[in-house]
């Protein structure tokens, strides 16, 4: 099926064409997504969400761009909302010991396994990771889509909306940021 005849049957509400895309681009997404939230049960289930939302907002797709880069946009917007939600319901948690609450919440990461990680580099991965949680919102998706995910600066320039001189920019001043959080690591 060409990607104009399954928009078509995405619009039309063609089951054949919706089990296509979420059997041609599910790795592509939840790859995306784990990129961000670093565990995997909480991608499997953004990932989910995902072709949930793609499924019921499809009529909003209007073909300015390729359909990989708008399930990209819908893939970094939901791991951006889940990480904002955990993030206020994190914030509550600790709230919840003044409110006389007994059970503190403590959400720390996990062993993070990325599927395209070797088992020997998954410690370096780990750490890698975790420094990118620290990068400022729009540095992070640049330097997913590019690094992790492997788009051209021209594919993730579509993603976020941008241009490709700020996608440079931000992509440059990930890089700068890493250096600067990973400087303590002296065997990576």
């Not at 976020?160 to 001189?165: D, E, W």
């Not at 890493?178 to 002296?186: A, D, G």
Request: proline content about 2%; charged content about 30%; hydrophobic content about 40%.
């Amino acid at each position: 099926m060409t990607e104009q005849e399954l928009i078509i049957g995405l619009k039309n509400g063609k089951d054949d064409a919706f089990k296509e895309l979420v059997e041609s681009r599910q790795t592509l997404v939840f790859n995306t997504i784990l990129g961000f939230l670093q565990s995997q049960e909480d991608a499997e289930d953004v990932t989910q969400d995902v072709f949930i939302k793609i499924y019921e907002s499809i009529g909003q797709f209007k073909g300015e761009s390729a359909l990989s880069t708008w399930v990209y946009r819908v893939a970094v917007t939901s791991a951006l909302e889940f990480l904002r939600r955990k993030k206020r319901k994190k914030r509550f948690g600790f709230m919840m010991p003044i409110f006389g609450e007994e059970n503190e919440q403590h959400l720390e990461l996990p062993d993070f396994n990325h599927p395209g990680v070797a088992l020997d580099k998954r410690e370096m991965a780990s750490i890698l990771f975790k420094a990118i949680k620290d990068l400022p919102e729009n540095q992070q998706i640049a330097f997913i889509l590019n690094k992790v995910e492997g788009l051209s600066y021209q594919e993730v320039a579509e993603v976020m909306k941008t241009s490709l001189s700020a996608v440079e920019s931000l992509l440059h001043r990930a890089k700068t940021n890493l250096k600067e959080i990973l400087k303590n690591f002296n065997n990576l």
